[in-house]
Structure formats: structure tokens, C-alpha cells
């Protein structure tokens, strides 16, 4: 067991000072975060390259930058309170209507102005070899949802190279939520393309979107049977898709390299993956280490409920009830038999 390395990793414009937390394991996998929107890094497997395959930044103040983008690469962050978009950012509890921020058109995406993805989480003090805990609460009426949120979020690395996030919140008042992770994964490295990686998903149907990327509330097919098909090209192409997951008991996605051995296993609680491939990103978009990235640098796993949940009876509940707590559990699990 390798104890939690914490290093400042530079203030914000306030003064606050923000950290770095690595964690490592028995066979050399290393992952940091920062306290600036609970942002993943680095993650870099075992073995002798030295492979890190998430996208990111070198310093704090590239990461504040980017989110003022106008289209914000949110790179390795949390996202919420409500990843995603609502159509409008109006949704209705409880016979009332809410109005939330609207920071992408007319809608409202990944939690809007004051998002998780901006906030400063705090560690919590049980610092735990090989695991730490983050949290952040999100007062009443922040871009316009109701309730103080207060959230937890644990990342833990095990000897057996799994990644795990356990994410929790609750409620002052009755809310809706929804919470992902928003890494770029790129099992070549964060420096080339994912283009030759194969996925697969346990799903046989996407949400269908309209042009604004707002569900229609058509499940559309894609494939005839689960984890059987690698996702097509057409698919590929200009990838941001909800995919609902037949079977919450099996690996719901997996992300395969043809050549180095290495795949990426993907287990949620959650009734969605939502894939983005890059295809958004800034041109010229420099990232760690100098690298360029580009709309094929990194392939996005987001594991959630659906967009606009709260639009559509038919889709899964996104209520968080006062004194309830929700619960997303993802596992990232990173096999190679030629390393461990």
C-alpha cells in the first residue's frame, strides 16, 4: 500500500489554494486529481512507458481558462448538478417550474455557470491509502435548482487496477440530479489518436436528439445484441450519443487497443453511457506536455441517467427527495495480460 502524495498544485484568482492528490498502486498505476472540480489528470498505467491516458492540462490556471471557452472541454472533471442538457433549462417538480442557467444556447449543459466542474472540493480528513474522499456543497438555488447539495466522491485505486468513483449526494429540499465523470480516455496515450481503439457497449439502442443535441424521446437501435458489435463508423463519427444499458449486472462498456494489449472494462449503476468523442474541441487546443489535441485525441465514457430526464416521463427518475441520497457507482478496470 502507497500513501496518498498531496502537493500544492496552484491558487485560484480568490487566493484559495488548490491540490494535487496521486494515488498508486502495488504494480506502478498512478492517478492525481486536483481539488479544482475534482479533475482527474493523470492516469497512467504499469509498465515501463510510462502510458498516461487521459487528456488534461500541466497548470490550474489552463484548466480555469478552458472553462470560460465557449465550448468547454471540461477535461477529467465531475460534472453536475445535472450532466447533460435540458431542453430550455426549464424543468418542472412538484407542479412548479424551474428556470436554470443557460450556458449553451438556449439550454442548459453539464450544471450550468456555477457547475461542479468549478467548484473547489475539499478533501475530506480520513485521507486512506490507495482512496480519497472529496466534497462540495452546492448551495439553494445555484443556477437555479433547488435544495443545498452536499456531495461526497471517493476515488479509489485497487491492486487489481480498477479505478472506482463512488459519488453521493443529498438534498435540503427535493432536487433533481444527475452526476458523471467527464475523462478523455486514450489507451494509446493522451499525445496520439483513438481512431484504431474498438468499443464495444451493452446496448442495442441510443436516445435519438435533435440538432440542438436535446432528446427527442425515441430510442433508436443500433445493433441486435448487446457487447457483440463494435460501435460502427457512422456512429463514430462526430460521436456524442446516449446509449440506454440492457443489462446493469455485465460490463457495460469496454474500450480495446488493437496493438499494445490494453482494454478498459467500464461498470456503472447507472441506466446510461453517454459517448463524446472529442469532436468538439477547440483547434489548437494545447494540453499536457505540449501535446496538440485534436477531435479524435480522446474518447469520453460518461456514465449517467439520460439528458433531460426530467422532460420525459418515460425516462428514468432524476428526483433526489429531501433526505434521500443518490448514489453513482463507476468502475473504470484496466486488463493486460501481459502486465499484471
Not at 512507458?49 to 470560460?68: A, K, R
Not at 493522451?190 to 441510443?206: E, G, M, R
Request: charged share 15%; aromatic share 10%; net charge negative.
Amino acid at each position: 500500500m502507497n500513501p496518498v502524495e498531496i502537493k500544492e498544485f496552484g491558487q485560484l484568482p480568490d487566493g484559495q489554494m488548490v491540490y494535487s492528490y496521486v494515488l498508486t498502486n502495488k504494480h506502478g498505476m498512478t492517478v492525481e486529481f486536483i481539488s479544482y472540480g475534482a479533475v482527474m489528470r493523470t492516469c497512467v498505467l504499469p509498465g515501463n512507458q510510462g502510458l498516461d491516458i487521459v487528456l488534461g492540462f500541466d497548470c490550474l490556471e489552463d484548466y480555469l481558462e478552458s472553462m470560460n471557452m465557449e465550448n468547454p472541454p471540461y477535461f477529467g472533471s465531475i460534472v453536475g448538478r445535472f450532466a447533460g442538457r435540458i431542453h430550455q433549462g426549464i424543468f418542472f417538480l412538484n407542479n412548479k417550474a424551474y428556470q436554470l442557467s443557460k450556458n449553451n444556447g438556449v439550454n442548459h449543459l453539464h450544471g450550468g455557470i456555477d457547475s461542479f466542474s468549478r467548484a473547489l472540493w475539499k478533501a475530506e480528513p480520513q485521507l486512506s491509502e490507495q482512496s480519497i474522499t472529496l466534497k462540495h456543497v452546492s448551495p439553494a438555488g445555484t443556477d437555479g435548482y433547488p435544495g443545498e447539495v452536499t456531495s461526497t466522491l471517493t476515488y479509489s485505486l485497487t491492486d487489481d487496477n480498477e479505478l472506482k468513483m463512488n459519488y453521493k449526494a443529498e438534498s435540503t429540499e427535493d432536487t433533481i440530479i444527475n452526476v458523471t465523470q467527464h475523462h478523455y480516455w486514450n489507451l494509446s496515450g493522451h499525445n496520439q489518436s483513438v481512431d484504431s481503439q474498438s468499443i464495444h457497449l451493452n446496448a442495442t439502442h441510443f436516445l435519438g436528439k435533435n440538432l440542438d443535441n436535446i432528446p427527442t424521446g425515441n430510442f433508436e437501435q443500433w445493433s441486435e445484441k448487446p457487447m457483440q458489435e463494435e460501435l460502427t463508423a457512422e456512429l463514430r463519427s462526430g460521436l456524442d450519443h446516449t446509449f440506454i444499458i440492457s443489462d446493469q449486472s455485465e460490463i457495460q462498456a469496454s474500450l480495446s487497443h488493437p496493438t499494445n494489449g490494453w482494454k478498459m472494462l467500464v461498470k456503472s449503476n447507472q441506466p446510461a453511457a453517454h459517448l463524446f468523442i472529442g469532436c468538439g474541441l477547440p483547434e489548437n487546443l494545447n494540453g499536457k506536455h505540449g501535446v496538440t489535441y485534436h477531435a479524435t485525441s480522446g474518447v469520453c465514457f460518461e456514465m449517467q441517467n439520460f439528458p433531460d430526464a426530467p422532460n420525459h416521463e418515460h425516462f428514468p427518475s432524476s428526483v433526489l427527495r429531501k433526505d434521500e441520497v443518490y448514489e453513482n457507482n463507476t468502475i473504470f478496470h484496466f486488463v493486460n495480460q501481459d502486465h499484471v
